[in-house]
């Protein structure tokens, strides 16, 4: 396992952007698929999108297909979602995870959780 950090939520005016990071606490991670997932007030958390290891390849969720895009820094133990245009339908608490597996077992293999942080869209 490794420990995740996520920053660079807050709040944002309807279409603004926001990038949100995901530091790990290992050099290990770099072999960890990661992937970010949100969940909005009484709703269940939903995958936004994943990026493999090396950061060769990524896919996202089709409803957002678009306006996120998730990179990765594996010098920096760093994950990345930009998040263009906001919609106040993006207001969740957004997570940041990391995974043994990738393709349709991605979501099975997470083996570590951040703490999550919040961004509302909102005027």
């Known amino acids: 396992q490794v420990q995740l950090v996520e920053s660079g939520g807050g709040l944002v005016q309807p279409g603004g952007s926001l990038r949100l990071s995901c530091v790990a606490s290992r050099r290990t991670f770099s072999t960890y698929a990661a992937g970010w997932f949100r969940q909005a007030p009484g709703k269940e958390r939903e995958f936004v999108a994943a990026?493999?290891?090396?950061?060769?390849?990524?896919y996202y969720a089709d409803s957002l297909k678009g306006r996120f895009t998730i990179s990765r820094h594996n010098a920096k133990n760093t994950v990345y979602l930009q998040i263009q245009n906001l919609k106040p339908e993006d207001t969740a608490v957004y997570y940041c995870?990391?995974?043994?597996?990738?393709?349709?077992?991605?979501?099975?293999?997470?083996?570590?959780w951040g703490q999550g942080t919040q961004v509302t869209v909102s005027s």
């Open positions: 995870a990391a995974s043994t597996a990738w393709g349709t077992n991605f979501a099975a293999g997470i083996d570590s």
């Open positions: 990026i493999t290891w090396s950061g060769g390849n990524t």
